[in-house]
C-alpha cells in the first residue's frame, strides 16, 4: 500500500460485562418494552398508509430492541451455526439466513389476501425454524408474526395481555405446534394449521378478556335500575321529564309567568280620577256689590 492511502478495519469493541440474573432480567424487561412500542409504531404505520410490506430492515430493528445490551450485535445475522436444545431440526447454515429471510418476506407480501391468523402463525414458524439471530428469535417471531396480524386485520387489538405475552405465559402448545409445522415442512408441506388453532384461541382469549373487563364496569357503576315492566319505564319517562331542567326553564317558568301577569293585570289597584261635579257652575271671578 503507498504511502498515504486509506486503510480499513473493524473497530475492536470493549468486551461487555457479564450480567447477574438479576440485571439481565432487569435489562430484558427493559428491552420488552423498547421492542413492544416499536411494534405498535409498525402496526399503526401499516394501517394508516392502508398498505404494508414486510422488510428485513423491520426485523432487524425489532431484533435490536429485543436484545440491545445483552448481544454484541444486536439486530445482526448470526455468523456462525446454532443449535436449539429440544428441536428436533438444524436450522440452516448462516450464510442461507438472508436468502430464507427474503423468501419468507415475499410470502407474506404475495399471500397478503390470506387470513391474518395463517400470515402470522407462518411468520411465527418461518422465524423460528430460520433461526437468523445469536439471541432474541422468539421474541422476534412473535412480535412480528403480532405486527402481520394487526395490519392485515387492520386493527390493533385490545386487551392489556397481548399474543406475544400469553405465548411467553406457557410455551408448551406453542413448541407443539412449532414441531407440527417442521414435521410437514420435512415431509414437502406448508402446514401450519396447528398454529393458526392456538393463534386462534389466544386471541379470542385476549379479545373475551376485555368485553368481560367492559361488563363489569357497566354493572359496578351507577345507573338507574332496568325497567321491567312498560308500566315502569313510562313512569320513569314522565318522572325524567318532570326533572329535566329544561322542563322547567322552557314550560313551567313561562306558565308561571303568563299566569303572574294575568293576575296582576287583574287586581294591581288604579287610582280612579274624581266624579265630575253636577249644578251650575261658579263664576272665574267674585262678584262686585253695586
Known amino acids: 500500500m503507498a504511502r498515504g492511502d486509506r486503510e480499513s478495519r473493524l473497530k475492536k469493541e470493549v468486551p461487555k460485562k457479564a450480567l447477574s440474573e438479576a440485571e439481565r432480567a432487569l435489562v430484558e424487561t427493559q428491552n420488552g418494552f423498547r421492542q413492544y412500542d416499536g411494534m405498535v409504531a409498525h402496526i399503526q404505520t401499516g394501517i394508516e398508509a392502508n398498505r404494508f410490506d414486510l422488510k428485513l430492515w423491520i426485523i432487524l430493528e ?26 428436533s431440526y438444524i436450522p440452516p447454515a448462516h450464510e442461507d439466513v438472508p436468502k430464507f429471510l427474503e423468501e419468507m418476506c415475499e410470502y407474506v407480501n404475495s399471500n397478503w389476501s390470506q387470513s391474518p391468523l395463517h400470515l ?34 387492520r386493527m390493533m387489538l385490545p386487551g392489556k395481555k397481548s399474543l406475544p405475552e400469553r405465548i411467553a405465559e406457557d410455551k408448551k402448545p406453542y413448541y407443539a405446534a412449532l414441531e407440527d409445522a417442521d414435521r410437514a415442512d420435512a415431509k414437502g408441506r406448508c402446514d401450519v394449521s ?56 322552557l314550560v313551567v317558568v313561562p306558565i308561571f309567568v303568563v299566569f303572574l301577569a294575568a293576575y296582576l293585570a287583574r287586581n294591581w289597584p288604579v287610582e280612579k280620577a274624581p266624579p265630575p261635579k253636577t249644578g251650575r257652575p261658579s263664576a272665574p271671578f267674585p262678584s262686585e256689590n253695586p
Not at 62 to 87: H, K, Q, W, Y
Not at 133 to 142: A, K, M, P, Q, Y
Not at 197 to 223: G, P, Y
Not at 240 to 248: E, I, P
Request: hydrophobic residues 40%; contains cysteine; glycine residues 6%.
Open 62 to 87: 425489532l431484533n435490536r430492541e429485543a436484545v440491545r445490551g445483552l448481544t454484541d450485535n444486536p439486530g445482526s445475522f448470526r455468523n456462525g451455526p446454532i443449535e436449539i436444545n429440544g428441536a
Open 120 to 153: 402470522s402463525a407462518y411468520v411465527a414458524w418461518r422465524l423460528n425454524w430460520i433461526h437468523p439471530f445469536e439471541d432474541g428469535n422468539g421474541r422476534t417471531s412473535r412480535a412480528v408474526a403480532y405486527l402481520v396480524f394487526c395490519v392485515r386485520a
Open 194 to 249: 396447528s398454529m393458526e388453532a392456538l393463534f386462534e384461541s389466544l386471541i379470542a382469549a385476549q379479545v373475551k378478556e376485555v368485553a368481560k373487563a367492559s361488563a363489569d364496569r357497566s354493572t359496578s357503576s351507577t345507573r338507574r335500575p332496568l325497567m321491567t315492566t312498560r308500566d315502569e319505564k313510562q313512569r320513569w319517562r314522565v318522572w325524567s321529564v318532570f326533572c329535566h331542567w329544561n322542563f322547567w326553564t
